[in-house]
């Protein structure tokens, strides 16, 4: 497993317009206590939409994890954005962003819409910004913050005037899909080549499961790839299969646990 990002290659967000090419060959991640994901074969071209479907405990956001290069797997070979996987992890961090991912990227249910989005853009200034950006004056970055936010709740469909008290709302008085386009719009906000999105489906209605997919196919078709983790993919998507293996559910709560602490 990498966490850290130690490697220099000039790969920022937002550097290329297309989305990341993903390929993997017999790719695999094992933990302490056995295999979180084993045999994962698919090949997904720029802008596609990939929806990892499988069982609780099949190590679906493990894969999810070592696709964005937040987690190094232990087997198999797999490229991503031009980038071999295993060998340059932190490049493939730099043009993917993570939707939410329970224990990792996870919204903080006390901040409001409006306090999670200021923090983004203040970090999205802090380390994606180039130095010409920094220079300018305050009120020329206030509006180049806003513009990116507007950009981005506007790809993720959320109508912040609808919400109970607009921006104002808290986390926790979110409903779930109102959360999923509140995490897909921080996501976008670095400008990734590819996002990466947990539990897609989990407790959603038929209609609001619709609407989330609608979501991130739009997101596919602007040009961004799209990794979804899901109880059931949809038609059209590129579906992965996760599949218990012998302590699967073990190997994967372990290598989860180590991401989360880092």
């Given amino acids: 497993m990498d966490t850290g990002d130690r490697e220099t290659e000039d790969s920022g967000h937002g550097e290329d317009p297309h989305g990341a090419a993903v390929a993997a060959a017999g790719l695999g991640l094992r933990g302490p206590r056995g295999w979180a994901f084993r045999d994962v074969r698919f090949d997904a071209g720029p802008g596609a939409l990939v929806a990892v479907e499988g069982p609780s405990g099949s190590g679906r956001t493990c894969l999810l994890l070592a696709l964005t290069g937040r987690?190094?797997?232990?087997?198999?070979?797999?490229?991503?954005?031009?980038?071999?996987?295993?060998?340059?992890?932190?490049?493939?961090?730099?043009?993917?962003?993570?939707?939410?991912?329970?224990?990792?990227?996870?919204?903080?249910?006390?901040?409001?819409?409006?306090?999670?989005?200021?923090?983004?853009?203040?970090?999205?200034?802090r380390y994606n910004g180039s130095l010409?950006?920094?220079?300018?004056?305050r009120a020329e970055r206030t509006a180049a913050a806003r513009a990116r936010i507007e950009a981005a709740l506007d790809a993720a469909g959320l109508d912040t005037g609808a919400l109970p008290k607009a921006e104002r709302t808290s986390v926790r008085d979110l409903e779930r899909l109102e959360a999923l386009r509140l995490s897909v719009a921080l996501a976008l906000m670095d400008g990734p080549r590819l996002l990466a999105v947990d539990d897609a489906d989990l407790k959603l209605s038929d209609a609001e499961r619709a609407d989330a997919w609608k979501l991130l196919r739009s997101v596919a078709d602007s040009g961004v790839t799209t990794l979804a983790v899901c109880g059931q993919a949809p038609e059209g998507a590129i579906t992965v299969r996760t599949r218990l293996h012998s302590r699967t559910k073990e190997g994967a709560a372990d290598a989860l646990a180590e991401t989360g602490r880092a």
């Fill in 132 to 137: 010409r950006a920094l220079l300018r004056p």
């Fill in 71 to 125: 987690m190094r797997p232990t087997e198999g070979e797999a490229e991503v954005g031009g980038f071999p996987l295993r060998k340059k992890p932190a490049a493939v961090r730099r043009f993917s962003s993570l939707g939410p991912v329970p224990g990792v990227s996870e919204l903080d249910p006390a901040l409001t819409v409006a306090e999670h989005l200021r923090e983004r853009a203040l970090l999205q200034r």
